[in-house]
């Protein structure tokens, strides 16, 4: 079909919009509710998390790093703790592998159930958000039991963890857990025979393998496009230890990320009993060095999104002089262009809430001097400069 620029239509949704919480600007071009063309554009909560961690020593770095996202801040400290860890070869004690092996499996499962119910949301069903936030509680509440906190653990450290898994709390955890892999069930059944739900996710926002390689899709947003891309595959923490599969769809449409989401509540429920049945006795944290020596190193997770990517070089001192984060988002957001485009534009919420974004977690920036063509380093006092022009 051959449009008319006259008859195409410009519509802004954002920076700040009521189905997403966070600000980021879509431009999208639409015909008559068709969209043909969308212009993402990012970098409204710019917080400058790696210059900050380059002033910070490396413990402070963690609960630095632990606040780029409240939702998978587990799986940053781990990413993080990691990459110290390659910094200085520090091989970590196996009970903290598998320590942190469950809080990151119980940060996928909240931030799984946290999705379900803001999906239910977008589609207009608010009895699924309710539930699917109603029984995330249950795993809050094991976080807080583990940890002492909801969000922020601070269980991950170089070297280790910061706490124990006690045997008292066990019998709660593998409770919890059948729980869950029952009511993952139930939400498949919903999701998946519901008209009203099947109306508003099946054949909606679909790309496919193609482009979810040449956007460099990651996580449950490549799963859901037949591509096996999962980092809990290369062993680190104690996956390597237990029996699991990741769960695969196809068709790249929002009801495939509903697959491969739900499915993966059962998936990280039978890793957290696998790992308490399996978790050796012994020491949690191993003994890290204060100042690391000259060096550089990368460390990758599998967060809740997909691949969290770090890349740490140190100088010799107890500051590190480079941290740079790649978080999910980061990938998948160049997805949104080949899933918009000839849907409806009342399909969008929920199109862009299937990638599961979090924009706070990706924004960059870099200034550029056009007349010397190289990046430009800033502080705070020179936007303070262009704030008083």
């Given amino acids: 079909m051959v449009i008319s620029m006259k008859e195409v239509t410009t519509?802004?949704?954002?920076?700040?919009?009521?189905?997403?919480?966070?600000?980021?600007?879509?431009?999208?071009?639409?015909?008559?509710?068709?969209?043909?063309?969308?212009?993402?554009?990012?970098?409204?909560?710019?917080?400058?998390?790696?210059?900050?961690?380059?002033?910070?020593?490396?413990?402070?770095?963690?609960?630095?790093?632990?606040?780029?996202?409240?939702?998978?801040?587990?799986?940053?400290?781990?990413?993080?703790?990691?990459?110290?860890?390659?910094?200085?070869?520090?091989?970590?004690?196996?009970?903290?592998?598998?320590i942190r092996t469950i809080i990151l499996e119980l940060e996928r499962l909240h931030s799984h159930l946290l999705w379900a119910g803001v999906a239910g949301y977008e589609i207009g069903i608010d009895t699924i958000f309710m539930s699917a936030w109603k029984d995330r509680e249950y795993i809050m509440d094991l976080l807080e039991a583990i940890s002492g906190n909801r969000v922020n653990y601070g269980m991950s450290t170089i070297g280790g963890v910061r706490r124990d898994v006690s045997?008292?709390?066990?019998?709660?955890?593998?409770?919890?857990?059948?729980?869950?892999?029952?009511?993952?069930?139930?939400?498949?059944?919903?999701?998946?025979?519901?008209?009203?739900?099947?109306?508003?996710?099946?054949?909606?926002?679909?790309?496919?393998?193609?482009?979810?390689?040449?956007?460099?899709?990651?996580?449950?947003?490549?799963?859901?496009?037949?591509?096996?891309?999962?980092?809990?595959?290369?062993?680190?923490?104690?996956?390597?230890d237990v029996e699991w599969e990741p769960v695969m769809a196809r068709g790249g449409d929002v009801q495939a990320k509903v697959i491969v989401r739900l499915g993966e509540l059962k998936v990280s429920a039978s890793i957290i009993k696998q790992c308490l049945s399996k978790m050796p006795a012994g020491d949690i944290k191993a003994k890290a060095p204060v100042a690391i020596p000259e060096n550089e190193a990368v460390s990758?997770?599998?967060?809740?999104?997909?691949?969290?990517?770090?890349?740490?070089?140190?100088?010799?001192?107890?500051?590190?002089?480079?941290?740079?984060?790649?978080?999910?988002?980061?990938?998948?957001?160049?997805?949104?262009?080949?899933?918009?485009?000839?849907?409806?534009?009342a399909d969008l919420p929920i199109i862009v809430a299937a990638i599961d974004p979090c924009f706070a977690c990706t924004d960059r920036v870099a200034l550029v001097d056009t007349r010397k063509d190289e990046e430009k380093v800033v502080d705070a006092s020179y936007f303070r400069k262009i704030e008083r022009r």
């Fill in 11 to 98: 519509i802004p949704i954002g920076p700040q919009h009521p189905a997403l919480i966070e600000p980021e600007y879509l431009k999208v071009s639409v015909d008559g509710e068709t969209i043909v063309d969308v212009d993402i554009n990012l970098g409204y909560i710019h917080r400058g998390i790696e210059g900050l961690m380059q002033k910070k020593n490396y413990v402070q770095d963690i609960y630095v790093a632990e606040r780029v996202c409240g939702i998978c801040s587990g799986s940053h400290t781990v990413a993080y703790s990691q990459a110290v860890e390659n910094l200085i070869e520090l091989e970590i004690p196996e009970r903290a592998k598998y």
């Fill in 167 to 240: 045997k008292d709390i066990v019998p709660k955890i593998e409770k919890v857990m059948g729980v869950i892999e029952k009511r993952a069930d139930y939400y498949a059944n919903v999701f998946l025979s519901d008209n009203v739900i099947l109306a508003r996710t099946k054949g909606i926002g679909r790309f496919g393998h193609t482009d979810a390689e040449k956007f460099s899709a990651v996580g449950p947003v490549a799963r859901a496009c037949g591509i096996e891309y999962d980092i809990r595959k290369d062993g680190y923490a104690a996956y390597g």
């Fill in 300 to 345: 990758r997770v599998e967060a809740p999104r997909g691949e969290l990517f770090y890349y740490a070089r140190s100088n010799g001192s107890d500051k590190p002089e480079r941290v740079r984060i790649r978080t999910p988002t980061y990938s998948n957001i160049l997805t949104l262009k080949p899933a918009l485009i000839g849907q409806q534009l």
